[in-house]
């Protein structure tokens, strides 16, 4: 999308967001050569903390194509939010609803229309304890092996050490000016996907691929590695009531 087709309520909401963020923190931007210049597209991103959209955002605005970010659909019933999140044409996701495949229709009609779908896949802020992606869930997959167009991944850090995720107390901290790293890097090979039947198994595995493409960029960024199996909330609840169930027991 050039930059001239960015829209008023896209330029409206840099203007309000770009001068914080450049005040308050500094930028290292990499791989801006793997977003496509042009036609639609998926970008699949890392989430550590809630400021970490507005990171996302502002590094994808600086590309020229701007993302439609799949959001809570609570979020859109707030005054100023809610306005923004629909003027800048950011996808509802009403979780566990009968309106839950609008936000799947929605993000097929706008890659259609040419424009950029942003997917958290893990579906909400990492519960992994050393703040590594986990496991993520199938949307993204499903989408992508639906439209086949290029799903670039895309891993962040920096906002979490300015706000950490599900911090009780002193959750945040500016000073001193922290840096955000974005980095996108080449489209994730799907291909051999294509023409499969959807089931379970085949978009498990996709979701995998996608996950991994961004838990290696963000072992670049961080200089370490991340731990072989991907932490998974789910498994690590049952787990945890396993042990309760066990421990009450006795």
């Known amino acids: 999308m050039p930059r001239r087709r ?3 309520w896209y330029r409206l909401a840099a203007v309000i967001a770009k001068p914080p963020l450049v005040v308050l923190f500094k930028r290292d931007w990499r791989g801006m050569e793997h977003i496509p210049a042009d036609g639609g597209f998926i970008t699949a991103v890392n ?3 809630y400021l970490d959209p507005l990171s996302y955002a502002h590094y994808q605005y600086n590309t020229g194509r701007v993302p439609r970010l799949l959001a809570k659909a609570a979020l859109f019933k707030a005054p100023f939010v809610g306005m923004m999140l629909r003027g800048t044409g950011q996808i509802p996701v009403y979780r566990e609803t009968t309106n839950a495949l609008d936000a799947f229709r929605a993000a097929v009609d706008a890659i259609e229309r040419g424009e950029c779908v942003a997917f ?3 579906g909400t802020l990492t519960r992994d304890p050393d703040m590594w992606p986990m496991a993520g869930k199938t949307g993204a997959a499903r989408v992508a092996l639906l439209t086949k167009v290029p799903v670039i ?4 850090w920096g906002a979490n050490l300015a706000m950490p995720p599900y911090a009780k107390e002193n959750k945040l901290s500016l000073f001193p000016r922290k840096t955000l790293i974005v980095q996108a ?5 799907l291909s051999r996907f294509y023409g499969l039947e959807p089931t ?5 595995e996709a979701t995998e691929v996608i996950m991994a493409a961004i838990t290696a ?4 960024i961080r200089g370490e590695q ?8 789910r498994k690590a609840r049952l787990e945890q009531r396993r042990k309760t169930t066990e421990g009450g027991a006795k």
């Open 153 to 156: 991944p895309v891993a962040q």
């Open 47 to 49: 989430h550590n903390s």
């Open 226 to 233: 991340a731990p072989a199996e991907p932490y998974d909330h």
């Open 200 to 204: 379970p198994d085949v978009l498990r």
């Open 120 to 122: 958290y896949p893990e």
């Open 6 to 8: 960015i829209g008023f």
């Open 185 to 189: 890097g080449p489209p994730v090979d």
């Open 217 to 220: 960029l963000l072992e670049q």
